[in-house]
Nanobody, 120 residues
Framework: QVQLVESGGGLVQAGGSLRLSCAAS????????MGWYRQVPGKQRELVAG???????NYVDSVKGRFTISRDNAKNTVYLQMNSLKPEDTVVYYC??????????????WGQGTQVTVSS
């Protein structure tokens, strides 16, 4: 069974920083592409940052230069370092994986989400 467990969300003042973590189990982590998504109520979930198994990263324009995605394959964990946070970054962030599970079957999985709230 695949599990993605996010942590690190919370309340921070504008201009502050947070680091989100997502610990994965049940997948061949090093072979999975990982991502952080966010979803505003009533809108589609959007990709914030992604990192492939080959360490290629991509970001939505609104977070470029402020957020950094990274992964530690030894710890089966992906991180999202968020700096210079803005009130408009307030939303639930979801961890995502796409790639082989422990049986080698390619699947798409989601974490339960972690709330980030940025006060002005």
């Amino acid at each position: 069974q695949v599990q993605l467990v996010e942590s690190g969300g919370g309340l921070v003042q504008a201009g502050g920083s947070l680091r989100l973590s997502c610990a994965a189990s049940g997948i061949i982590f090093s072979s999975n592409d990982m991502g952080w998504y966010r979803q505003v109520p009533g809108k589609q979930r959007e990709l914030v940052a992604g990192i492939t198994s080959g360490l290629i990263t991509n970001y939505v324009d609104s977070v470029k230069g402020r957020f950094t995605i990274s992964r530690d394959n030894a710890k089966n964990t992906v991180y999202l370092q968020m700096n210079s946070l803005k009130p408009e970054d307030t939303v639930v962030y979801y961890c995502n994986s796409e790639g082989p599970n422990l049986r080698g079957v390619r699947i798409l999985s989601w974490g339960q989400g972690t709330q980030v709230t940025v006060s002005s």
